[in-house]
């Protein structure tokens, strides 16, 4: 790997772990976690006769029912059976191992930022708006009477005239305002403007989440840049005792040699920039997960995706569904309902010349044009996505395809090195290439689930943000 790949593995490392500023003020919630997947069994024969006849059961099922979407798989554990997670314990709730199919619950149960949202949904809830109305319609008689009352002592100078107007006038406007408040009641108004409030919430929520996915995913492509680094650097140990070989028999100078030793020291330094990085993404992680703060989090493998899955996507059915679901449509949709009711009343109390009625006709215009620019933008950044991980599937298989390549040149150049044709760094470089070849293979397989992970919160939360697509 050059220099330039390794400065931008690490510019985009840095940008990718500074998601948890936004992890830090939004939040995310998860669809129903249903049930594993369809047919599986706790019993130890019937897990072992059946297992073959299981994944091809679940195959067909996520098929037939739209995949993801349906009963059976929530999007988030493989198809693909892998063993079961070993937590490292280090504490009463400190865990040092976190896997990806744990992580949305880790941080909605542990993470502050989630735990606050949690308690201002759970407060809309418990919210009881038929008791509000008999309460407020009571305070409503209260101040009628209140007013009457006042309004029926006479008064003797000028003093008490003014004092008892200033009474009665705040009192009529208390009752006004509250008056407002119970007819907002009455026409489901004040309803649903805390079901706004929610709706926003709950999106903070789920933006929460996916920023800790983001997190999750930027750490594990630090650790491959790690492990790359290392190996580059192993690589460039051997160059620098074959070119110090060289230099004791005067092939090369003294500054050639000093070069190659110059880089050897700057490839170390980006080691060294990458684990400052990766301990700063994990103590993120950890601070949104609920562990202690140590930099010392070990993460699971990403879940693997079965062509089945990914098959069972659909443009256009999933688009409506994300339409439904999302909270920026719902928002702008809110916004142009507003609009056109207060356009409407404006044309019912002011004359067509008006300046009110035209500033209340343009408003409406313009909430259009933003619920339909919302809209069209959503809908680009939905098929963008569905798009991606059509193509990062394709590079996923011209990946595997370069793979088996470089694992037979490296079975080749093993058995000419037992036949003693090649020298053990010429080896070593096969090892090498081989090792990289794995790499992306791994960073394939990543792209496509990051790709995928966007399209799922899109279909099942309505979530699309421009960078995901």
């Known amino acids: 790997m050059d220099r330039k790949k390794i400065a931008l593995l690490l510019a985009v490392a840095l940008t990718l ?95 502050l930022t989630a735990l606050m949202m949690e308690e201002s949904i759970a407060s809309i809830d418990a919210i009881d708006f038929t008791k509000m109305y008999s309460e407020l319609a009571s305070q409503l008689g209260s101040l009628e009477r209140a007013q009457d009352m006042y309004a029926q002592i006479p008064v003797a100078t000028p003093m008490e005239g003014a004092m008892q107007g200033y009474v009665i006038s705040n009192l009529a406007s208390s009752y006004g305002s509250l008056s407002s408040t119970v007819s907002d009641l009455a026409t489901g108004k004040l309803q649903k403007d805390y079901d706004a409030a929610k709706r926003q919430l709950e999106n903070a929520r789920d933006q929460l989440v996916i920023g800790a996915e983001s997190l999750y995913i930027a750490t594990l492509e630090l650790e491959q840049t790690k492990g790359t680094l290392q190996r580059n650097l ?90 439904e679901k999302s909270y920026d449509l719902f928002a702008a949709r809110k916004k142009l309902k507003e609009a056109s009711d207060t356009y409407d009343d404006a044309q019912a109390s002011y004359s067509r010349d008006t300046y009110n009625l035209r500033s209340a006709r343009h408003t409406y215009e313009s909430s259009k044009y933003e619920f339909q620019y919302t809209q069209q933008t959503f809908e680009m950044n939905f098929r963008n996505a569905y798009n991606t991980v059509k193509d990062y599937r394709q590079v996923l298989s011209a990946s ?35 090792a990289e070849a794995k790499e992306a293979v791994a960073t394939a397989q990543r792209n496509l689930f990051t790709a995928y992970r966007a399209y799922y919160w899109a279909v099942n939360y309505g979530v699309m943000n421009s960078a995901q697509a």
């Open 234 to 323: 192993t690589a460039l140990d051997r160059t620098v005792t074959e070119m110090e070989l060289r230099y004791q028999l005067g092939q090369i100078s003294a500054l050639t040699l000093e070069q190659v030793r110059n880089g050897r020291a700057t490839l170390q330094s980006s080691l060294s920039t990458v684990d400052m990085n990766l301990k700063r993404c994990k103590m993120q992680l950890e601070s949104m997960t609920g562990a202690g703060m140590e930099g010392t989090l070990q993460l699971g493998p990403l879940p693997e995706l079965s062509d089945g899955l990914i098959d069972s996507m659909d443009l256009r059915t999933d688009l409506e569904e994300a339409e």
């Open 17 to 111: 772990c500074a998601v948890p500023a936004l992890a830090g003020t939004d939040g995310g919630t998860e669809p129903l976690a249903q049930a594993e997947a369809a047919g599986a069994k706790t019993d130890g024969l019937e897990e072992q006769t059946g297992a073959a006849e299981q994944l091809e059961n679940d195959s067909a099922e996520g098929k037939q029912s739209g995949g993801v979407w349906q009963e059976g798989y929530d999007g988030t554990k493989p198809w693909i059976s892998s063993a079961d997670d070993e937590l490292a314990f280090t504490g009463e709730t400190d865990f040092r191992y976190l896997s990806f199919n744990d992580l949305r619950e880790r941080v909605l149960d542990n993470s």
């Open 400 to 434: 595997r395809t370069t793979l088996a390549f470089q694992e037979s040149t490296y079975a080749s150049m093993e058995l000419k090195y037992q036949q003693g044709n090649i020298s053990h760094n010429a080896l070593l470089d096969a090892a090498d290439d081989l």
